[in-house]
């Protein structure tokens, strides 16, 4: 545990739930893990008791990438865990592929409706179908202006345009929009929407006042910060902002809220983690205006500045989006200015005064 999380309450300890099991952490609300091949290791999905149309069952939150693995894992979690009753609906917290990628199994196994913001609906069964902003020559072009110049890794992400497909083979044709300031009616509980960006177009996180639960997706996590990035299909926008302002929106919740989060453990301490990622994002903007104010910096001059230990291309490429976040809220906040130079690169130098 680091020094950060000695500051939150992790209030079942080092307990987990078993591959292909559930553990209940409050009335009706059981907590399921999937491991993820990839730097995230896994994903927290949740089960809540509903009951729709005078038949009782479950909601699912969010799914797991399409895998012969993740679906052999539902399918211990259906015969075991369900106490015989059906999933009733699928809620999915936004696009990304560990969070919307077997929905469409999910949806149609049980004849159940998917329920989704719109923006992120649409983006994912974009997605699903084409070779929207994860790879491709879009994203080759977008990395090397910001000064990702190797030959090799700039090739590879040319030729990385099945990626989001691969994890999220198809979509739902159909979906129930879940809407900021809407209340769904989940069992015996109502659940409030928050809307959240930055990380994902839409994000909805769920607060449900009588449990005293978030359900918080991947805007609050109480380990690692929120994956914040600039990606190619809009090269100009100033995400950190977005995300930064999104979290201030959780701080009115109680205190003594239970954060169930998609990575990492539920944890007690909203209020002090919306300060520590402010702190994260202070220190980092502070190191970045430095390194333009020393020398007109890029995106790639930036990462040995954000980032200590070596990075493989499929981290570089999600490094690059952070730090060009990170140049961009300095900019739009006018601490720095942009040129492109004769190369095509995009230079960052610190405002003169
Ligand atoms: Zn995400």
Known sequence: MNALELELDYPFGEALPEPGHTLEVAPGVRWIRMALPFALHHINLWLLADELDGVKGWTVVDCCIASDDAKALWEQIFATQLQGLPILRVLVTHMHPDHVGLAHWLCERWNAPLWMSATDYYAARLGSQSTTGFGGPDAAGFFAAHGLRDPDAVDKIRGRTRYYPSMVPAMPSRFHRLMDGATVRIGAHDWQCISGYGHAPEHIALHCP????????????????????????????????????????????????????????????????????HEHHRDRLAEVLRACQERPCCGADILPVMFKRPLDLHQTTFAMGEAVAHLHALWFQGLLQRTLDAGGIYRFSAVPG
């Open 210 to 277: 009588t449990l005293g639960l978030l359900l918080g997706g991947d805007m609050m996590l109480p380990r690692i910060s929120t994956n914040v990035s600039v990606f190619d299909i809009e090269p100009e926008s100033n995400p950190l902002k977005l995300f930064l302002d999104s979290v201030d929106r959780f701080a009115v919740l109680p205190p003594d809220t239970l954060t169930l989060p998609s990575h990492g453990k539920p944890f007690r301490g909203l209020q002090q983690r919306i300060r520590q990622l």
